[in-house]
């Protein structure tokens, strides 16, 4: 088992949840990464069998049938398991799936996309409260902020729906550019409810977000979050899909093994689209722990629950769902689900504990991974929807939730 370093970049500036207090980064500074790695304490011996056992225990039972990803959990940046199964071809037994595999990683993908806006609070190159008309000219919707597209509260209708109704050519790939031109042309047919009125999921508010990250960054989507997240902590196998990448690109199947089609949603970027591997997840985990990547500040923003209008231990942040639990802690995920694509993504801060599950053959149980929180803290007190195989389909799609 290998240690995880990642390579940080001090930010000389402070942010709140209200308004920013930012400096933008010199360009010679923000090209330069500290080199000094940063180290938790190291487990003990003892420490590391029992997570290491308890997990590989864990991950058998719950995974022993119908199962083709990458599975990994960690301690304070330690890998303490870590697991390939299946092949990166369904029908090719010669490529089994290794830790270079990048899997699709659905939902999950929002993460990077809340916080290349967060970066780009910090960097002093747009304000959270903002208007998005600011941004995205001849946007048709008043008083719809930033923040409110990060939380989950801007009342905008999910496009994954109601472009399956809109008479669209489905021969041609939407774009995230031809998505906000739709709702500019077609406002009336698309009309939400009234913004920050209730949390409802939209993956509409992420593709928005990605061309928001575009126009105050001046770089492509896949650019930005390259030169701010993928390149400086040496995540190597991470990237986002284009059409180009069809070939090359891990594929998703359905439980009869089929491989799903492509189809012309698949170009929409920043609700989805990220690829990756557990052992980049590791690397951005511990990016976010460091305290040196984000000012603290923004972080507690970031893992802030919003949506407290109704009573109940699931609440969502910016770009990260969380679980209040009863006895005060509070678990920070993201679940995805697209085409076969099936992740969990878990992080127990007070723990330094990280368990990440992706999948690409429709495996449900992968929700569950978080059952083995309980090994590191205590999250199951008083939690009702600790036990239950989370079958949330992360908002992505409208299909049927699968039965238990």
């Given at each position: 088992m290998k240690t995880i370093f990642s390579y940080l970049l001090p930010l000389p500036f402070f942010v709140a949840c209200g308004q920013p207090v930012a400096k933008p980064l010199p360009q010679q500074q923000a090209d330069s990464l500290a080199s000094a790695p940063v180290i938790s304490p190291a487990?003990?011996?003892?420490?590391?069998?029992?997570?290491?056992?308890?997990?590989?225990?864990?991950?058998?039972?719950?995974?022993?049938?119908?199962?083709?990803?990458?599975?990994?959990?960690?301690?304070?940046?330690?890998?303490?398991?870590?697991?390939?199964?299946?092949?990166?071809?369904?029908?090719?037994?010669?490529?089994?799936v290794n830790e270079h595999t990048a899997f699709h990683l659905a939902s999950v993908s929002k993460t990077f996309t809340a916080m290349a806006v967060l970066k780009l609070w910090e960097q002093g190159k747009l304000d959270i409260n903002d208007d998005v008309s600011k941004y995205l000219q001849g946007f048709p919707f008043p008083g719809i902020t930033i923040k409110m597209l990060l939380s989950q509260r801007s009342g905008l209708k999910n496009y994954v729906h109601y472009m399956d109704q809109a008479g669209w050519d489905k021969k041609k790939f939407l774009t995230n550019q031809d998505l906000l031109q739709y709702m500019i042309t077609h406002k009336a047919q698309i009309q939400g409810v009234t913004p920050g009125k209730h949390f409802e999921y939209c993956n509409t508010n992420y593709a928005l977000l990605a061309l928001i990250v575009e126009k105050a960054s001046g770089e492509t989507y896949p650019q930005y979050l390259s030169q701010t997240f993928f390149q400086p902590l040496q995540m190597n196998d991470t990237y986002i899909f284009d059409l180009s990448k069809l070939q090359t690109a891990t594929q998703s199947y359905k439980r009869n093994r089929r491989q799903y089609p492509i189809e012309y949603l698949d170009a929409v970027y920043g609700d989805k689209n990220v690829y990756s591997t557990v052992r980049d997840l590791l690397k951005w985990d511990n990016a976010l722990r460091s305290g040196k990547f984000f000012k603290q500040t923004t972080l507690d923003c970031a893992y802030t629950p919003y949506s407290l209008e109704k009573p109940g231990q699931r609440n969502y942040g910016?770009?990260?769902?969380?679980?209040?639990?009863?006895?005060?802690?509070?678990?920070?995920?993201?679940?995805?689900?697209?085409?076969?694509?099936?992740?969990?993504?878990?992080?127990?801060?007070?723990?330094?504990?990280?368990?990440?599950?992706?999948?690409?053959?429709?495996?449900?149980?992968?929700?569950?991974?978080?059952?083995?929180?309980?090994?590191?803290?205590?999250?199951?007190?008083?939690?009702?929807?600790?036990?239950?195989?989370?079958?949330?389909?992360?908002g992505m799609r409208g299909e049927p939730t699968p039965k238990k």
């Open positions: 487990l003990s011996k003892e420490d590391y069998h029992r997570y290491s056992a308890y997990s590989a225990h864990f991950f058998d039972s719950l995974l022993s049938r119908s199962f083709n990803g990458s599975v990994l959990v960690a301690k304070n940046g330690e890998v303490v398991y870590e697991r390939y199964v299946g092949l990166k071809k369904l029908n090719d037994k010669n490529d089994p910016l770009g990260w769902r969380m679980l209040l639990i009863p006895n005060g802690k509070k678990l920070i995920y993201h679940n995805g689900w697209w085409h076969g694509n099936r992740t969990a993504f878990v992080r127990m801060i007070d723990e330094g504990a990280t368990i990440i599950a992706l999948s690409n053959n429709d495996c449900t149980r992968v929700y569950a991974s978080k059952k083995l929180c309980n090994l590191f803290g205590d999250y199951k007190q008083g939690n009702e929807n600790f036990d239950e195989v989370d079958n949330e389909h992360a």
